[in-house]
């Protein structure tokens, strides 16, 4: 059974960085690419970033290229997401993904940035 967990979410001001993290199970993690979506309140869900199975990373949003970074640790089974100069219009709920012959989604870590 597949699973994606997230973490690492929460308030943080302006300027402030986080780094989430999603732990995978259920599947082969190091063979499959990854990705992390984002969704802020009244919006639709946000392509954010992608990385091959070999760790070749693509930042999809142009509001987070140069503040976002996507990797991830196969041997951990883990993606992350390192954000840094947060913004208020980061401030949404993220989500990892994993398509395989479903899509797969975890439930999702909050973040708020605020003062």
């Known amino acids: 059974q597949v699973q994606l967990v997230e973490s690492g979410g929460g308030l943080v001001q302006p300027g402030g960085s986080l780094r989430l993290s999603c732990t995978a199970s259920g599947f082969t993690f190091s063979l499959y690419p990854m990705s992390w979506y984002r969704q802020a309140p009244g919006k639709e869900r946000e392509l954010v970033a992608t990385?091959?199975?070999?760790?070749?990373?693509?930042m999809n949003a142009d509001s987070v290229k140069g503040r976002f970074t996507i990797s991830r640790d196969n041997t951990k089974k883990t993606l992350y997401l390192q954000m840094a100069s947060l913004k208020p219009e980061d401030t949404a709920v993220y989500y990892c993904n994993i398509r395989l012959r479903n899509n797969y989604w975890g439930q999702g870590t909050q973040v708020t940035v605020s003062s």
């Open positions: 990385i091959t199975s070999t760790g070749v990373s693509t």
